[in-house]
């Protein structure tokens, strides 16, 4: 507001209007998010986005993560992106540690509070 120098009324009136054409929506903590058209976009980290992997697929312990590649194409990230998240998934100990030539596999399911 003090960016365009509004008051907070005028703002809020505005995001109103916002609102009723569909361009704006509240969002947690009083606050309002302008509404993107297209598909919503995950901005959580990434080694998140890929414990929620392991419990919406059903992984167990034990059982193989899915490689590197079709992990890297799933999330549209380069395979170095991807390997520094597995490797703070191993140090925090939901993965086992991965080599070449050896299948990661899952350690320990992520419960909700690892998560978040």
């Given at each position: 507001?003090?960016?365009?120098?509004?008051?907070?009324?005028?703002?809020?009136?505005?995001?109103?209007?916002?609102?009723?054409?569909?361009?704006?929506?509240?969002?947690?903590?009083?606050?309002?998010?302008?509404?993107?058209?297209?598909?919503?976009?995950?901005r959580?980290p990434?080694?998140q986005?890929?414990?929620d992997?392991?419990?919406?697929?059903?992984?167990?312990?034990?059982?193989?993560?899915?490689?590197?590649?079709?992990?890297?194409?799933?999330?549209?990230v380069?395979?170095?992106?991807?390997a520094?998240?597995?490797?703070?998934l191993?140090?925090v100990?939901?993965?086992?540690?991965g080599?070449?030539g050896?299948?990661?596999?899952?350690?320990?399911?992520?419960?909700?509070?690892e998560?978040?």
């Amino acid at each position: 507001m003090s960016d365009h120098k509004v008051s907070r009324g005028v703002a809020l009136r505005a995001f109103a209007v916002l609102r009723q054409e569909g361009l704006a929506e509240p969002s947690p903590g009083g606050r309002w998010r302008v509404v993107r058209p297209g598909p919503l976009v995950d901005r959580r980290p990434l080694e998140q986005r890929i414990a929620d992997i392991i419990t919406a697929d059903g992984l167990e312990v034990g059982q193989p993560l899915p490689s590197a590649s079709r992990l890297a194409e799933r999330f549209g990230v380069s395979r170095p992106t991807l390997a520094k998240a597995l490797e703070k998934l191993e140090a925090v100990g939901i993965l086992a540690e991965g080599r070449q030539g050896k299948v990661r596999t899952v350690r320990a399911v992520p419960t909700r509070e690892e998560r978040s």
